[in-house]
């Protein structure tokens, strides 16, 4: 079946360690993005990325690092300069035409302790 | 950057009642989007908006873009349990094509009681 995958589920790290978060699609979905969510609030945008080789900076980038070397995968670095990790960290897809149609995986817990 | 306020925050209600929630911004948008989030889980789409002024229906859900497109508004009726969740509004304010940048609402957590 086609759709987002996000691993691991759950994560936990110390503080001060870098982790990457994997985010891959068999959608074809040119456009993918990191959305970050904390209790209680909406979704914030990290970075997003409409082509291969290319990537944007969201409105919460700072801490955060991405890649696209690949159109599959987009994966995510929460950096120790991110100064609180600890969140839900959701990433999705959409196919350019219709960039609004957002399709999301279902999400990793980064926990920092 | 801009969430869209949406109201109410949460909703305890019994099965069978309708529902009613909106977004409001001060910012015209061109598209809005509805969605749904399970606990734990990924937010799972729900309508898309694409003119103002559309109504637009899935199932027991129906959805309206506001005329003046600052607004939408979701309705759910005959709630059920499984109804339970976080409704999301989202739009974007770029016309269609690569990649547009969703702005969401902070979200109406809906209980339904038996």
């Known amino acids: 079946d086609g759709g987002i995958t996000q691993s691991p589920k759950y994560l936990f790290r110390k503080e001060g360690q870098n982790v990457t978060l994997s985010c891959e699609q068999n959608l074809n979905h040119d456009a993918m993005y990191w959305y970050r969510q904390d209790p209680g609030q909406g979704l914030r945008l990290i970075y997003y990325s409409q082509i291969v080789n290319d990537f944007q900076k969201g409105d919460i980038a700072e801490g955060y690092s991405v890649s696209r070397e690949k159109k599959e995968s987009f994966p995510l670095t929460v950096t120790s300069a991110q100064k609180n990790p600890t969140a839900f960290y959701l990433c999705?897809?959409?196919?350019?035409?219709?960039?609004?149609?957002?399709?999301f995986g279902q999400g990793t817990r980064l926990t920092v302790v | 950057g801009q969430q869209l306020n949406q109201s109410p925050q949460s909703m305890f209600i019994q099965e069978g009642e309708d529902v009613s929630m909106n977004c409001t911004s001060s910012?015209?948008?061109?598209?809005w989007l509805w969605y749904k989030q399970d606990p734990g889980e990924g937010p799972v789409l729900l309508i898309a908006l694409y003119k103002a002024g559309e109504l637009t229906s899935n199932g027991r859900l129906t959805a309206q873009f506001g005329i003046t497109r600052k607004d939408s508004f979701l309705n759910i009726s005959a709630s059920i349990p499984s109804d339970v969740g976080i409704y999301f509004c989202a739009g974007t304010r770029g016309v269609t094509g690569g990649g547009n940048k969703l702005t969401f609402g902070t979200g109406t957590q809906l209980k339904v009681e038996l």
């Open positions: 910012s015209i948008f061109n598209t």
């Open positions: 999705a897809s959409s196919i350019p035409d219709r960039g609004t149609e957002a399709f």
